[in-house]
């Protein structure tokens, strides 16, 4: 996460005031965040995930901490939220579109594959707390059933060495797949498959994410 942000710090003019570490077993990161504070930074970067990436958050709350403070994908999870609740409130952080798709507009395509993709996931697992997780695998799925249909569309046999390379070829030329973290195309030599409709700015309200427009 550091290296990411020192990445695009030095060309928008903005200069980094402290960087403190802890460990993932940590159970606490006062010292780490009273050194932050009193840095007088004018925002405050997470880059922890899941349970542990709950701490700072807590402690800044716990210390009157009224800046901005930004995070990462690795806050968009549901132990975040159990364990941060609204001592994170007002974290800014980008975010698979999934997570509030509810709240995308209707022309956006990504919207009508979560409402799919919800039915499916609460019927078979009883529980309509959506995991975002669960959406790259059936992102995977969506990608690999379509060019699995384009391989056999070349009339190779499954289990042939022609099939897998068809089957190589199809997924590297993958066009406009529509999941629920992403539209994704591919290309050879390209093999990330998606743009800036993979991601969404969210903020954390009341326990819940919203999607800043």
Do not use: C
């Not at 993709?117 to 019927?123: A, D, S």
């Amino acid at each position: 996460m550091l290296a990411g942000l020192k990445q695009n710090t030095d060309k928008f003019g903005i200069r980094i005031v402290a960087d403190e570490r802890y460990a993932r077993n940590d159970t606490s990161v006062t010292p780490q965040m009273l050194k932050i504070v009193a840095a007088h930074p004018d925002a405050i970067f997470t880059g922890g995930s899941g349970a542990p990436g709950a701490l700072p958050h807590i402690v800044l709350a716990e210390r009157g901490w009224h800046g901005p403070v930004y995070s990462s994908h690795a806050i968009i999870n549901n132990e975040f939220l159990r364990l941060a609740a609204k001592q994170a409130d007002g974290v800014i952080a980008p975010a698979g579109p999934i997570t509030v798709a509810e709240q995308l507009p209707d022309s956006n395509p990504i919207k009508a594959q979560v409402a799919v993709f919800r039915k499916l996931y609460e019927k078979a697992n009883n529980d309509t707390a959506l995991n975002p997780f669960a959406g790259y695998a059936y992102d995977a799925l969506l990608v690999s059933y379509d060019a699995i249909g384009r391989a056999l569309a070349g009339g190779t046999k499954p289990g042939t060495e022609a099939f897998r390379l068809a089957l190589r070829d199809a997924l590297t030329t993958t066009r406009d797949v529509v999941g629920v973290q992403g539209i994704y195309n591919f290309r050879p030599g390209e093999r990330f498959g998606v743009d800036e409709r993979a991601r969404v700015l969210v903020t954390l309200h009341d326990g819940k994410w919203e999607l800043i427009e």
